[in-house]
């Protein structure tokens, strides 16, 4: 069946620090991939996505580029904020774009952003 | 537009006492879900529905039974919590894309 795996947290950065979390993931066909974060007491919202191989989703200075040879979707972000301090999971759909579905989410991973 | 609501947002049960969680939407999506969070675990489905009259099982829906009346409300039923149940609960709704719209959550407790 499908899965994602994502980095162990918790992940501490300093303030502008240079963020990325893994995330790989194993599917058949062609999924939708995604990036939600939560921040603290909050449900979940959609931050980035990618629908189809070397497509780059891009939100609020974060970005995440869908690599199907290595089955990746790896989330980076230049310069942290204390603001950006959550957690992110990482999660995908296994039906075609248009269509109603089902999400499979990684585990989380929770980032602490200091002065 | 309030999105997709829940209620409520805290509940404590004792084992073998049974409650349903709200959840409604205004966004007139055809596709809803329920999914629990727990530490490590990431959220999984536990039911979701693709419209009105339409429900079906996900990967965890044990203990757990849905309807979907009307397509603004799907509430999630506990016959006889347990304390495995113990969880976040999380609604979602969708309409024509796999992006998913989530309320704030419930958080139960089952001693």
């Known amino acids: 069946g499908d899965s994602v795996t994502q980095m162990e947290g918790p992940v501490t950065l300093s303030e502008e620090a240079f963020l990325t979390i893994n995330c790989t993931y194993t599917a058949t066909g062609y999924p939708s991939l995604f990036w939600y974060v939560q921040y603290p007491g909050e449900g979940l919202q959609l931050l980035l996505k990618a629908t189809k191989a070397d497509d780059k989703g891009s939100n609020k200075g974060f970005e995440a580029t869908y690599r199907k040879e290595t089955t990746s979707f790896h989330l980076e972000k230049g310069s942290v904020q204390v603001s950006d301090s959550a957690v992110y999971f990482c999660a995908l759909s296994d039906l075609p774009t248009g269509t109603a579905s089902k999400l499979t989410f990684g585990t989380g991973t929770r980032l602490q952003v200091t002065l | 537009n309030a999105g997709v609501t829940q209620t409520p947002k805290f509940q404590v049960l004792k084992t073998g006492q049974s409650m349903t969680l709200q959840c409604a939407q205004d966004m007139n999506h055809e596709y809803m879900s329920w999914y629990r969070q727990d530490p490590g675990m990431g959220l999984r489905l536990i039911h979701y529905?693709?419209?009105?009259?339409?429900?079906d099982q996900g990967e965890v829906p044990n203990g757990y039974n849905v309807s979907r009346s009307t397509t603004e409300d799907f509430p999630l039923r506990l016959l006889s919590a347990a304390p495995s149940q113990t969880s976040v609960y999380f609604c979602?709704?969708?309409?024509?894309?796999?992006?998913?719209?989530f309320g704030p959550g419930t958080r139960l407790t089952v001693l």
């Open positions: 529905s693709v419209g009105a009259g339409i429900t």
């Open positions: 979602a709704s969708s309409q024509g894309s796999a992006e998913q719209f």
